[in-house]
């Protein structure tokens, strides 16, 4: 419903979706909505995915006997409502190729990882030179577009926000952001592209710094640990200790690993912490059989659960906090650059998905665009001017 209002507002039917995966949400905007999409994602194994499912839909659709030819990427016309009409056989257009924020917006597409069997990656976003080689548009000459992405992880987020700003060819964007913890910063960030902070107002905040322990905790989901509290299972619980009595074991057997990569273990709150660990060990490159698991010092570490528990509960109280920071912040930009339109909305329930604040912005007025969208909410909510010291006291 966002995207649709957002064409309307602006007159682009041609959706540009970044980070697009698997294709999922292109595909619903294609064959759900009718839009012309043009999908680009940085790995181009996932692309290649993405055609195969667009193909099978469109197998399905033709032993339906949907009428109709798949679309183009150039195919221009009003998106349709998906209750008014049935599934529209147009496949969105996979660019695999990675975002460079360091580019100019007529020319930012890497070739994606890994290579793809065409190098020839087009520049979805409009311009006539293309960095991989060759010159052709996918939208053709300037069309203009409306840009997203669905939990963009990391600095893809504000990388699209900088190409918004740039690019004269995206009338509008909408961002749901998530993995808010691989955000570079300074001073691992290159000045000025990192990913926080990217506002001027913030910038000149003492004590605006998020630590990576900070921003990895704005990604967990309160609703959903709000449950497990108030159900009463202890069990489900039991993860969180796990994974605290892991990391300690880990250090101690790789003193010099920092913020070891253990994946989630599933259904791990059936497991007892010598099956966890055998999963989880050979992760991080260690033989589970190298580290001592039934121990003492093992055994009193997982009798601390409840310790672990109390210390999560309210790292996820401030969760909220954080995030809500990393977003404003990204909204303040826009309104530095040219004053665009802009806001943070929330979009749906976040028990459905933690990440649901999606920041909408684009150069022709919002009003229209989020009404009703969140009848909760004030009618200026989010649209901001860039707070007074007043304002903040």
Known sequence: QLLQRLSRATGCHHVVDIGAGQGHLSRFLAFGLGFSVTAVEGDARLAAMAERFDRELLRELEKKGVPGKQGVPGNQGPPQHPLSSPLTPRCPHHVPGRLDPRAPWGEFLLPPDPPGPDPAARNPLGGTRNPLGGTRNPLGGTQRV????????????????????????????ASVACCHMKLSTPPSGCPPFFGYPLSSWVTSLPGHELSYRARESACHALEEYERRLLGGDSDRLRPH?????????????????????????????????????????????????????????????????????????????????????????????????????????????????????????????????????????????????????????
């Open 146 to 173: 409306v840009v997203t992405g669905l939990h963009a992880c990391g600095d893809l987020s504000p990388a699209l926000l900088r190409h918004f700003a740039r690019s004269p060819s995206v009338a509008a964007v």
């Open 241 to 393: 200790c796990y994974r605290a009595v892991l990391e300690t074991l880990i250090r101690a057997a790789a003193p010099g690993t920092k913020r070891p990569g253990v994946q989630t273990v599933k259904n791990s709150h059936t497991l007892s912490f010598s099956q966890y660990a055998q999963l989880g060990l050979p992760r991080v490159g260690l033989d589970p059989a190298a580290v001592p698991l039934d121990t003492e010092a093992v055994a009193a570490m997982l009798e601390q659960q409840q310790k672990v528990v109390a210390f999560f509960s309210l790292t996820l109280l401030l969760a909220p906090l954080v995030e809500t920071l990393i977003l404003l912040d990204r909204l303040l930009y826009l309104r530095e650059q040219v004053r665009f339109q802009c806001a943070l909305v929330p979009l749906f329930n976040p028990q459905f998905s933690p990440r649901n604040l999606v920041l909408v912005a684009a150069r022709t007025p919002l009003g229209t665009v989020l009404s009703g969208l969140d009848e909760d909410s004030d009618e200026d909510m989010g649209v901001a001017e860039p707070p007074t010291e007043e304002g903040w006291s």
